[in-house]
């Protein structure tokens, strides 16, 4: 992306500073940038952010990093020396947002101080998202997603009851971490729009409590009735029948009938109607009470048909299901390609690459994805330019590591 390609979208004009690293602060500010704002972000010279070291790779390229920090112009700039920091206090005036995910007092001990960055900066709002938050015993404490899952009663949930907990195959705390750090920055920006003399706004923002929240009702459910909340596999513990079953053809389906209305067609479109006068069914109560035995008739069932046949009656019904979906089926879906819910996008080491439509989508106010991830320090002349140095000055700094 060049200065000369306008962003679009309700965001477009608002600007962001993104110095964090790997997933969820990036990801925040990335959910910015679909949105049209302009976001820079700030890699340590040479190595680069850690993100581009996880798999997977295509010749050496990082595929995750593309993705993750789309819609971006990147520049290096080693924050941790006096150069960088100056560096830095001269681009920030130009920004509304900055966005960093260091352990707390590392910022500080670089001369990064929330009053240095007041100083150059009044307005700015400071998203600072950290795995356990800026106070209490934990906040120094290094984590990662698969911690705030467990810790947050995440995983607890996750599996049979049988077994162990189990981790879900994709690290889901740091996009629910990102994603409530990105609503921070919106409702932080319309303070300051309802507000305009306020000073900045910083925002603290933790994974763990991110990952709490998620999970609704669980707090409220042990303080008033004492319930501990325990696996159950993929069977719902909320309505029967609910769960995953396997066709005739060895696919898998997950099928929820959660009102008594949906329970009801259900049994038409597998022949079960004579179960529906079998008072352990009669309604969502007794049928979660009886659950064991309703999905021993249901599986038997879907067993004999195929994954085509069970689709045909379940539309037929009008029965919401869905196939187990790998993500070569979602390739191939006629819905998620009438959506354009996958597009194409360009990558300046990839040719063209496919990833993900912006959500949500605005009437009237277009967004799109304009670029993968950039390359290391690809913007850094465009940039540092617009902020006075020149090429001598960027050859030197470039020498001494700073960028």
Known sequence: ?????????????????????????PWSATLLADMGATVVKVEKPGAGDPLRALPPHKDGEPLWWK?????????????????????????LPEFDVLVENFRPGTLDRWGITGQWLRTVNPRLIVLR????????????????????????GFTHLCGDADRP???????????????FGALGILGALTWQLRNPGSEGVEIDCSMLEAMFRVLDFLPIEYDQTGVVRQRSGNSS????????????????????A????????LCAALGLRDILGDARFADNAVRVANRAELDRLL????????????????????????????????FRDEHFAAREAIVEV?????????????????????????????????????????IGLDPQQMEALKAAGVI
């Not at 819609?71 to 020396?81: A, M």
């Not at 513990?237 to 696919?251: L, R, W």
């Open 1 to 25: 992306m060049t200065r000369t390609q306008s962003r679009s979208g309700p965001l477009a004009g608002v600007k962001v500073l993104d110095i964090s690293t790997v997933i969820a602060g």
């Open 67 to 91: 993705v993750t920090n789309r819609n971006k112009q990147g520049i290096s700039l080693d924050l941790r020396t006096e150069a960088g920091r100056g560096i830095l206090g001269r681009l």
């Open 129 to 152: 998202m950290t795995g356990f938050g800026q106070t209490g015993p934990y906040s120094s404490r290094p984590g990662f997603a698969r911690v705030f899952e467990a810790m947050s």
């Open 165 to 179: 907990p189990v981790h879900v195959g994709f690290p889901i705390a740091d996009a629910v971490g990102g994603l």
């Open 237 to 256: 513990q909320y309505a029967a029948p609910g769960n995953v079953y396997e066709t005739a053809d060895g696919k898998w389906a997950s099928i929820a």
């Open 258 to 265: 959660s009102t008594q209305s949906i329970f009801e067609r």
């Open 299 to 330: 599986a038997g069932r879907i067993r004999r048909m195929t994954l085509d046949e069970l689709r045909q009656a379940l539309d037929a019904h009008h029965v919401g299901f869905s196939p187990i979906y790998a993500i070569d089926d979602i």
């Open 346 to 386: 360009p990558d300046a080491e990839l040719g063209t690459v496919r990833m993900q439509s912006v959500v949500p989508r605005f009437s009237g106010l277009p967004c799109r994805v304009d670029a993968a991830g950039p390359g290391l320090g690809q913007h850094n002349r465009e940039i540092f330019e617009r």
